[in-house]
C-alpha cells in the first residue's frame, strides 16, 4: 500500500487527468444507459417462460418485441376502421425489424386492435417506440395508441429518470449534505461528493457495457447510486479522519497520507471487497433479474480503485485547503483534548466492557425486526420454507 501510495502522489497529476478523462467518457455512456435496460421480470421454469421460448423458436417471435396497436372510436364503428387499422399496423411494424401484422380485428363495437410481432430485442423495440407511434399516423375520428411492453417500457423511463433524480437531489444528497458539514467541521464534507462524482459515473459506464450483452433492470441505477454514494461517504469520512490524526502527530503531507492509506486505506479495500463479494451472489440467483443486479458489485470495486487512486491525490490538492474554511464553530464540536470523553469514546469503552452482553442484545434487536420474515418462511402455508405463493409458481411448471 505504501509503494501504490507513493507512486500516486509522484504522478497526482497523470493520475487526475485519467480521472477526468474517465469520468467524461462514462457520462457519455452512462446517458443511453436507460434505452438498454428492460423492466422484464421471467421466472424459469413456468408455463409463461415455457411460451415464450416456443413462440421463440417456432414462431420467431419475442414478448418484449410484440406491440399491440390499439384505436378507438365511436360506438358501432368498429367494422369500419378494420382496414384503416390494418394500414397503421403496418405502417408502424415496417419501422421495426422482422415485424410483422398477425391480426387486426375488432375487441367491442368501438375498439380494434392489431397485433405486431418481432423477435427484435428489447432494448432495440425500446428504442423504436417514438418512430412507431410516427408511423402508426392518425385515424379520423379515432384515437390511435401503441402499446406493449417495449412501449410501456419505453413511456416508464422518463418517470423513474425523475423519481431517481428528485429521491438523489432533493431528498438523499440535501441530507447527506447536512450531516456531512456537521461531521466535517468544514469544507472537506465536499470530498465524499467529488468522491461519488468520480465512483458513481465511472460504475454506470461499466454497467452501460455489461447491459450491450446481457439483460439488465431499469432499477440498477438506483442501486448503484445508493452504494455508491454510502461507500463514496462511508469511506471518505474513514480516511479523511485518519488524515486529520496523522497530520496532528506531525512530518510531511506525503508521509502523512501514507500512513492514513495503510491504515485506513487498507480498511476500505477490505471493506470494498466484502460487499463486492456480498453482491457477486447475486449472479448465481435462479432468477435473470436477480443476476442482473449482481452486476452491481461493479460499484464496490470501482469504489476501492477510486479509494487508492484518486483519494489521496485529492487529499494533497484539497485536505488542507478544505479543512481551513471551518463551517461549523469548534465549540460546538468536540474539542481535541476531550475526544476521550466524547459521547463514542464512552459508549465504545462501556460496550469493550460488557461485550457478551451487548452481543446478545443486539442479536436478539436483529432477531426481532426479522420476525415477520422469519415467520413468513417458516410458518403455516409454507412448505420447507418455500411461502405458499412461491410454491405454487413452482407447482405450475
Given at each position: 500500500m505504501e509503494?501504490?501510495?507513493?507512486?500516486m502522489?509522484?504522478?497526482r497529476w497523470?493520475?487526475?487527468?485519467?480521472?477526468?478523462a474517465v469520468f467524461?467518457?462514462?457520462v457519455?455512456?452512462a446517458?443511453?444507459?436507460s434505452?438498454?435496460?428492460?423492466?422484464?421480470?421471467?421466472l424459469p421454469g413456468?408455463?409463461t417462460?415455457?411460451?415464450e421460448?416456443i413462440?421463440e423458436?417456432?414462431?420467431?417471435?419475442?414478448?418484449?418485441?410484440?406491440f399491440?396497436?390499439?384505436?378507438?372510436g365511436a360506438?358501432?364503428?368498429?367494422?369500419?376502421?378494420?382496414?384503416?387499422?390494418?394500414?397503421?399496423?403496418g405502417?408502424t411494424?415496417a419501422?421495426?425489424?422482422?415485424?410483422?401484422?398477425?391480426?387486426?380485428?375488432?375487441?367491442s363495437d368501438?375498439v380494434?386492435i392489431?397485433?405486431?410481432?418481432?423477435?427484435?430485442?428489447?432494448?432495440?423495440?425500446?428504442?423504436?417506440?417514438?418512430?412507431?407511434?410516427r408511423s402508426a399516423?392518425?385515424?379520423?375520428r379515432a384515437?390511435v395508441?401503441?402499446?406493449?411492453?417495449?412501449?410501456?417500457?419505453?413511456?416508464?423511463?422518463?418517470?423513474?429518470t425523475?423519481?431517481?433524480?428528485?429521491?438523489e437531489?432533493?431528498?438523499?444528497?440535501?441530507?447527506?449534505l447536512v450531516?456531512?458539514?456537521?461531521?466535517f467541521?468544514?469544507?472537506?464534507f465536499?470530498?465524499p461528493?467529488?468522491?461519488a462524482?468520480?465512483?458513481?459515473?465511472?460504475?454506470?459506464?461499466i454497467v452501460?457495457v455489461?447491459a450491450n450483452?446481457?439483460?439488465?433492470?431499469?432499477?440498477i441505477?438506483?442501486?448503484?447510486?445508493?452504494i455508491?454514494?454510502?461507500i463514496?461517504?462511508?469511506?471518505?469520512l474513514?480516511v479523511v479522519?485518519r488524515y486529520?490524526?496523522e497530520?496532528?502527530?506531525?512530518?510531511?503531507?506525503?508521509?502523512?497520507i501514507?500512513?492514513t492509506?495503510?491504515?485506513a486505506?487498507?480498511?476500505v479495500?477490505f471493506?470494498?471487497?466484502?460487499?463486492?463479494v456480498?453482491?457477486?451472489?447475486l449472479?448465481f440467483?435462479?432468477?435473470?433479474?436477480?443476476?442482473?443486479?449482481?452486476?452491481?458489485l461493479?460499484?464496490?470495486?470501482v469504489?476501492?480503485?477510486?479509494?487508492?487512486?484518486?483519494l489521496?491525490?485529492?487529499?494533497?490538492f484539497?485536505g488542507a485547503?478544505?479543512?481551513?474554511v471551518?463551517l461549523?464553530?469548534q465549540?460546538?464540536?468536540?474539542?481535541?483534548d476531550?475526544?476521550?470523553?466524547?459521547?463514542?469514546a464512552r459508549?465504545?469503552?462501556?460496550?469493550m466492557?460488557?461485550?457478551?452482553?451487548?452481543?446478545a442484545?443486539?442479536?436478539?434487536a436483529?432477531?426481532l425486526l426479522?420476525a415477520p420474515?422469519?415467520?413468513?418462511?417458516?410458518?403455516?402455508?409454507?412448505?420447507?420454507?418455500?411461502?405458499?405463493?412461491?410454491?405454487?409458481?413452482?407447482?405450475s411448471?
Amino acid at each position: 500500500m505504501e509503494r501504490l501510495t507513493r507512486a500516486m502522489l509522484r504522478y497526482r497529476w497523470p493520475v487526475l487527468c485519467a480521472w477526468l478523462a474517465v469520468f467524461a467518457a462514462s457520462v457519455v455512456a452512462a446517458a443511453g444507459l436507460s434505452d438498454l435496460l428492460t423492466n422484464r421480470f421471467t421466472l424459469p421454469g413456468t408455463d409463461t417462460r415455457r411460451t415464450e421460448r416456443i413462440l421463440e423458436a417456432h414462431f420467431g417471435q419475442k414478448s418484449t418485441g410484440s406491440f399491440t396497436l390499439v384505436v378507438r372510436g365511436a360506438s358501432g364503428s368498429a367494422n369500419e376502421l378494420v382496414p384503416g387499422v390494418r394500414a397503421a399496423a403496418g405502417r408502424t411494424a415496417a419501422e421495426l425489424p422482422t415485424a410483422r401484422v398477425v391480426s387486426a380485428q375488432p375487441i367491442s363495437d368501438r375498439v380494434v386492435i392489431a397485433q405486431i410481432v418481432s423477435d427484435t430485442e428489447p432494448a432495440e423495440s425500446k428504442a423504436r417506440v417514438d418512430a412507431m407511434r410516427r408511423s402508426a399516423g392518425s385515424i379520423p375520428r379515432a384515437e390511435v395508441l401503441l402499446t406493449g411492453q417495449a412501449a410501456i417500457e419505453h413511456d416508464l423511463d422518463p418517470v423513474f429518470t425523475h423519481d431517481l433524480k428528485i429521491g438523489e437531489l432533493y431528498v438523499a444528497i440535501p441530507i447527506a449534505l447536512v450531516l456531512l458539514v456537521f461531521a466535517f467541521g468544514t469544507l472537506a464534507f465536499l470530498m465524499p461528493f467529488m468522491f461519488a462524482a468520480a465512483a458513481i459515473p465511472t460504475t454506470l459506464g461499466i454497467v452501460w457495457v455489461f447491459a450491450n450483452f446481457i439483460e439488465l433492470t431499469t432499477y440498477i441505477t438506483n442501486l448503484v447510486s445508493l452504494i455508491g454514494l454510502g461507500i463514496a461517504i462511508d469511506y471518505s469520512l474513514l480516511v479523511v479522519y485518519r488524515y486529520r490524526e496523522e497530520l496532528r502527530k506531525g512530518g510531511s503531507k506525503e508521509d502523512a497520507i501514507v500512513r492514513t492509506m495503510e491504515t485506513a486505506g487498507r480498511a476500505v479495500v477490505f471493506s470494498g471487497s466484502a460487499v463486492a463479494v456480498g453482491l457477486s451472489l447475486l449472479l448465481f440467483m435462479p432468477l435473470p433479474f436477480m443476476r442482473g443486479f449482481g452486476v452491481s458489485l461493479v460499484i464496490p470495486a470501482v469504489s476501492i480503485l477510486c479509494a487508492v487512486t484518486l483519494l489521496p491525490v485529492l487529499l494533497w490538492f484539497l485536505g488542507a485547503r478544505l479543512d481551513r474554511v471551518r463551517l461549523v464553530p469548534q465549540r460546538l464540536l468536540n474539542r481535541r483534548d476531550d475526544e476521550e470523553r466524547s459521547f463514542w469514546a464512552r459508549l465504545a469503552r462501556t460496550i469493550m466492557r460488557r461485550p457478551l452482553l451487548f452481543a446478545a442484545g443486539s442479536t436478539a434487536a436483529l432477531l426481532l425486526l426479522a420476525a415477520p420474515v422469519l415467520a413468513l418462511e417458516l410458518g403455516p402455508g409454507s412448505n420447507k420454507g418455500v411461502p405458499a405463493h412461491l410454491e405454487a409458481v413452482r407447482g405450475s411448471r
